[in-house]
Nanobody, 115 residues
Framework: QVQLVESGGGLVQAGGSLRLTCEAR????????MGWYRQVPEKQRELVAT???????NYGDPVKGRFTIARDNGKNTVYLQMLSLKVEDTAVYYC?????????WGQGTQVTVSS
């Protein structure tokens, strides 16, 4: 049973920081790309950041220069360091992992940034 376990969300003031962690459990194939998307009510899920196995990263425009994604292939874990958080970063953050068997998603972790 594949399970993506997210942690690190919470409530923070604007300008603060948070670190999200996502561990992919029960995956026996190599994970190609991993990353994070986020979603607010009544809007489409949007790209936050992705990282492929060789370490190449891609970021959504709203978070460039503030968020950093990293992964530990040995632990099947991806991290998202979020700095200089803004109220508009408030969303549910979803972790995903792609293997040759398909895409796997976490249940989401809430990030709330207060003004």
């Amino acid at each position: 049973q594949v399970q993506l376990v997210e942690s690190g969300g919470g409530l923070v003031q604007a300008g603060g920081s948070l670190r999200l962690t996502c561990e992919a459990r029960g995956i026996f194939f190599k994970i190609n790309d991993m990353g994070w998307y986020r979603q607010v009510p009544e809007k489409q899920r949007e790209l936050v950041a992705t990282i492929i196995r060789d370490g190449t990263t891609n970021y959504g425009d709203p978070v460039k220069g503030r968020f950093t994604i990293a992964r530990d292939n040995g632990k099947n874990t991806v991290y998202l360091q979020m700095l200089s958080l803004k109220v508009e970063d408030t969303a549910v953050y979803y972790c995903y992992a792609n293997t040759i068997t398909g895409s796997h998603w976490g249940q989401g972790t809430q990030v709330t940034v207060s003004s």
